[in-house]
């Protein structure tokens, strides 16, 4: 362990590799927080769609379309949506972007077919009765949704967007199949140039560990706090 | 409530200003290579291999060197930089591109041991030796660059085997994306090393099995799960030795490349690797 110490010790801060480190934590960090975000966005408007009384044959159409996305962004492994979108779909469209944008854009896209069915479960899992019973007070479904039903929604929801998130932050170790450099690929180039794995992959796990703890508790105190108008606790 | 929309908004500020700090910065060419390669040693710079690395380059890595062609073709990078054979083989086998044919870099490849086994080293060294003419055979009968590749490549691909803890095998570990030293044929494999894998593990009366994975894995995986050797077109140097035995070396030509756009000219009046170095280190992006 002595001996791994000290190549780890030269690689990580007498070359250097530390400044690798932190531009790929500062990356991972990018893809999950902007690709949560296109996915809450991205996200909530598949779950309107899903959840709005159809009663036009538009909205039908538009419904089957959202199948269709979920279907695929749920259906197929996130690598495979990066390989498609990266060396396939972009390269077609004659677009040239960057790896990291491609993948945050990816990213924000997978999230939001996951970020749809959570919403979409959470606003279903309200009591029906909420609804019929704003609509008796002469509210109209917009209002009733966003003052009545949304504000009891997102309490359902946001364990879930948390678990999200987390699973988001893990999934971006696999960004560098398209090149990305993130906090994955600068440990295991540093493990790569001298073969010495130990301490870069526990290092990295520790990382994610410490990451996915913030997270949570953060995500635990916002819970805290929406708790806090519930009679029920 | 409130205080919350605050924080949240904080939040997106914050990773707003760092989205825009990533976009900023001076630009730089970025050069497409093959994880784990000497040639993204050689553009990243590597105290370790002795590379000083260009500050004027954004390297960008890839599991392959044809997927590093491939985003060549697509204009998010600008060349790529890979060992000579292998680019000559890619460019024959992609249209639009050309291999500026001045080596950056002078490399041999050896076969990497086992540190644990000196005695397979031992062996293979002999049969190495033994049968030089054999192998100097392979290496002209994948020549012509038109048919090295593993598009129009026509002989009998090598099976893979199984691996079984429990039989005299040479268990090889190659990364088959490197026509013409390794590549895929079917469910086999082909190629220069590949083909002397197979004449070493002949000549020692072993079981060829080959196990194809990452290039940057190989080194590693030597002594682990089986593996005895690694057969990937591995440049001898310095910083592999301290984990893995190398034998003596079997192919003395190699060299690293750029590969460029076919319509690129910046390279076309350098004759010397001083000039094409040069040449990159002016580059902007």
Do not use: H
């Amino acid at each position: 362990m002595g001996a791994a110490w000290e190549v780890f010790y030269n690689k990580f801060i007498v070359y250097g590799g530390w400044k690798t480190v932190v531009d790929g934590l500062v990356v991972t960090l990018q893809i999950a927080v902007i690709g949560l975000i296109i996915g809450i966005l991205i996200g909530t408007l598949i779950a309107t769609v899903k959840v709005v009384p159809k009663r036009n044959p538009a909205l039908k159409v538009l419904s089957v379309i959202c199948d269709i996305y979920v279907g695929f962004f749920r259906g197929t492994p996130l690598v495979v949506q990066l390989l498609i979108g990266y060396f396939v779909l972009l390269p077609a469209l004659g677009l040239r972007v960057e790896a990291v944008y491609a993948a945050i854009v990816i990213y924000g896209m997978n999230s939001a077919a996951y970020v749809s069915e959570t919403m979409r479960s959470g606003i279903q899992a309200v009591d029906i009765g909420q609804m019929e019973a704003a609509r008796a007070l002469g509210l109209n479904y917009s209002t009733s949704m966003m003052k009545v039903v949304i504000p009891q929604a997102v309490k359902n929801i946001l364990p879930t967007l948390g678990n999200e998130f987390i699973s988001l932050i893990k999934e971006t170790s696999v960004a560098s199949f398209i090149s990305v450099v993130d906090v994955t690929k600068a440990f295991r180039q540093i493990g790569d140039s001298n073969y010495e794995y130990i301490i870069p992959y526990l290092m990295l796990a520790a990382i994610y560990l410490i990451l996915v703890m913030i997270i949570t508790l953060g995500v635990r105190l916002l819970e805290r706090r929406l708790r806090r108008s519930d009679r029920r606790s | 409530m409130n205080k919350f929309s605050k924080i949240v908004a904080l939040l997106m500020a914050v990773c707003f200003v760092v989205c825009l700090a990533s976009c900023g910065g001076d630009a730089k060419v970025k050069v497409g290579v093959q994880s784990g390669t000497t040639g993204y040693s050689f553009m990243a710079g590597d105290a370790d291999w002795g590379f000083d690395g260009f500050s004027n380059v954004e390297v960008a890595s890839y599991d392959n060197a044809g997927l590093a062609l491939k985003d060549v073709e697509a204009g998010n990078v600008k060349y790529v930089v890979i060992d000579a054979d292998v680019a000559k083989s890619l460019v024959a086998s992609n249209e639009g591109f050309k291999v500026i044919d001045i080596a950056l870099t002078t490399e041999s490849y050896g076969i990497a041991v086992d540190k644990n086994q000196p005695e397979l080293l031992e062996k293979i060294n002999g049969v190495l030796a033994d049968k030089a003419d054999d192998i100097t055979a392979i290496i002209d009968s994948y020549a012509n660059v038109d048919d090295n590749n593993s598009k129009d490549w026509a002989g009998t691909p090598i099976p893979a085997g199984t691996y079984d803890a429990n039989k005299d095998q040479l268990v090889v570990a190659t990364n088959a994306a490197f026509a013409p030293f390794e590549f895929v044929v079917g469910d086999g494999f082909a190629g220069i090393d590949m083909e002397i894998a197979k004449l070493v593990a002949d000549e020692l009366g072993m079981e060829l099995v080959i196990m194809n994975m990452d290039f940057e894995a190989i080194t590693g995986a030597l002594g682990k799960n089986g593996v005895d050797v690694g057969i990937a077109g591995m440049t001898i140097n310095a910083a592999r030795k301290k984990v893995v035995n190398f034998t003596d070396s079997y192919f003395t030509d190699a060299y690293q490349v750029i590969i460029a756009k076919a319509d690129d000219t910046t390279f076309d009046s350098c004759k010397t690797t001083e000039e094409v170095l040069d040449v990159l280190k002016g580059l902007k992006g």
